[in-house]
């Protein structure tokens, strides 16, 4: 299962609200999960099941859809929201994730 | 906390083997959980490469099967990856991880901090 993230890049400010599109190839009903990634450290879970918040994550992260199109929100991004972003499907034993999206100062 | 530390060689040789091993500490291997491998090179990103059940269940990315094994080693608490003829497209930071426990395994909760593999003459 092929997984497209969009857009690659992000350009945005502190405060913003952001949203990051995660596209997958074929029905995975609500089995995706998004993970954060700063340079030099491993990923970071921060939502699974499309749209349940890990547990310690700040509540200004959501995640919705469900079939093949999904969604990250941040609202109000802080200093600390500014990194990687993967999506992650695990429908398929086949686990495969989306290329990322950067989301960088503007 | 469950803790996962993976290390290797650092740098081989192509058409080498290359041998990873992921210390568990915090939590034993033999539980209920799946534990998975995960690369990320720049060219390819995140590239998920094998998981494995203590039971001795193994699931592989079938890009790489015919040169990975994974296995477990229960007495030791650990988990290793072989990769045998390796190239320049296998350089990458490698990752173990655990799945997080339930009816539907596959989400990565717990992550070393990864080890980086150079494949270079």
């Known amino acids: 299962i092929q997984m497209t993230q969009s857009p690659t890049t992000l350009s945005a400010s502190v405060g913003d609200r952001v949203t990051l599109t995660c596209r997958a190839s074929?029905?995975?009903?609500?089995?995706l999960a998004w993970y954060q990634q700063k340079p030099g450290k491993a990923p970071k879970l921060l939502i699974y099941?499309?749209?349940s918040l890990e547990s310690g994550v700040p509540s200004r992260f959501r995640g919705s859809g469900s079939g093949t199109e999904f969604t990250l929100t941040i609202n109000s991004l802080q200093p600390d929201d500014f990194a990687t972003y993967y999506c992650?499907?695990?429908?398929?034993?086949?686990?495969?994730f989306g290329q990322g999206t950067k989301v960088e100062v503007k | 906390q469950v803790q996962l530390q993976e290390s290797g060689p650092g740098l081989l040789k192509p058409s080498g083997n290359l041998s990873l091993t992921c210390v568990v500490s915090?939590?034993?291997?033999?539980?209920?959980?799946?534990w998975s491998w995960v690369r990320q090179s720049p060219g390819k990103g995140l590239e998920w490469i094998g998981e494995?059940?203590?039971?001795?269940?193994?699931n592989y990315n079938p890009s790489l099967t015919g040169r990975l094994t994974i296995s477990v080693d229960d007495s030791q608490n650990q988990l290793s990856l072989k990769l045998s003829s390796v190239t320049a497209a296998d350089t990458a930071v490698y990752y173990c991880?655990?799945?997080?426990?339930?009816?539907?395994?596959?989400?990565?909760?717990?992550w070393g901090q990864g080890t980086q593999v150079t494949v270079s003459s």
């Open positions: 991880a655990r799945h997080r426990g339930g009816a539907v395994p596959g989400l990565f909760d717990y």
């Open positions: 915090g939590g034993s291997i033999s539980s209920n959980y799946w």
């Open positions: 494995i059940f203590h039971t001795g269940s193994i």
């Open positions: 074929e029905s995975i009903n609500i089995w």
């Open positions: 099941k499309a749209s």
């Open positions: 992650q499907q695990y429908q398929s034993h086949w686990r495969t």
